[in-house]
């Protein structure tokens, strides 16, 4: 079965520095999305990708975000600087159309 | 704005007992209604959904029904296994024919079962 896939599954990172998450969507899909869960808190919406541009994003998708789909297959986060308040679990998403996200492992990511 | 409220957890259960995860929402609209789930190491799963009042989704013995009265999606499993061990997500999102649009999601209750 198509899933979602995502790298690294973990990664530790200082202060300041830029970070890249990497996710593989489903083949057929066309439509993509981040979000992030915060140690106990809630899975937010961060932002949504179709035709190489933006269709939405959150309050939390500020300047410091970016998102890119480099080629066929990949589709990428980009925090520029981080901050210690970025640490969290980063979910990549898929869906073909308007129906069912399909979400990948995530990566969790830690700053220090 | 949109939100979703569920249980607390952990809920902790014996094998065969049955199941209910509180979910209430509030909406501008009337969204679509799903629990996704997520069990260890792994991504988010669609578990079951329903997009109009009165609808029933279900799943693997899973099931949920869309309150529009109560403004609820509960959701209730007769008869729980060791393996429904997991964290399970209440989410919607509001109707729209672009996709694209945001999942709205509620804190997650972690679920263990016995045998």
């Known amino acids: 079965e198509p899933e979602v896939t995502q790298t690294p599954s973990h990664q530790v990172t200082q202060m300041g520095q830029e970070v890249i998450l990497r996710c593989v969507p489903i083949s057929n899909h066309l439509y993509f999305y981040w979000y992030r869960q915060i140690l106990g808190q809630k899975v937010e919406f961060l932002v949504s990708f179709y035709n190489n541009e933006i269709s939405e994003k959150s309050e939390i998708f500020d300047d410091q975000f970016s998102v890119e789909r480099p080629d066929g297959s990949n589709f990428t986060l980009k925090i520029r600087s981080t901050k210690l308040e970025d640490s969290a679990m980063y979910f990549c998403?898929?869906?073909?159309?308007?129906?069912?996200?399909?979400f990948g492992p995530g990566t969790r990511l830690l700053v220090l | 704005g949109d939100s979703v409220t569920q249980m607390e957890g952990p809920v902790t259960l014996s094998e065969e007992a049955f199941l209910t995860i509180n979910c209430t929402y509030t909406a501008t609209g009337y969204p679509s209604l799903f629990w996704y789930v997520q069990y260890p190491g792994e991504g988010l799963q669609l578990l079951l959904k329903?997009?109009?009042?009165?609808d029933k989704g279900s799943n693997k013995g899973f099931e949920a029904t869309y309150r529009k009265e109560t403004t609820s999606f509960h959701l209730e499993k007769g008869s729980v296994q060791v393996s429904d061990s997991a964290v399970y997500f209440c989410?919607?999102?509001?109707?729209?024919?672009?996709?694209?649009?945001?999942?709205?999601f509620g804190k997650g209750t972690t679920l263990s079962v016995s045998s």
């Open positions: 329903a997009t109009k009042a009165d």
């Open positions: 989410a919607l999102s509001e109707p729209s024919n672009q996709a694209g649009t945001a999942l709205i």
């Open positions: 998403a898929s869906s073909a159309g308007v129906e069912t996200q399909y």
